[in-house]
């Protein structure tokens, strides 16, 4: 039984192209290749993604 674990494999879909990837060995994860993955720095680094957050005006900073 253990043996048919190890041996099916975990798939994800690529974060950036949709593609269904294997998980296993793959260095790119979650992307399906150095490609996509260069697509997603290239959206963040250029500011096109951004995490927002609310706006606390009563934080008070030490």
């Keep these: ?3 048919l674990k190890e041996t099916v494999e975990k798939a994800i879909k690529c974060p950036q192209c949709k593609k269904t990837v294997a998980v296993n060995d793959n260095p790119y994860m979650p992307f399906c290749s150095e490609r ?3 697509v997603d720095l290239e959206a963040w680094l250029s500011g ?3 995490i927002s957050e609310e ?3 009563d934080i ?3």
């Design 1 to 3: 039984m253990s043996d």
């Design 36 to 38: 996509c993955k260069m």
């Design 48 to 50: 096109r993604y951004k």
């Design 55 to 57: 706006k606390n005006n």
């Design 60 to 62: 008070i900073f030490n």
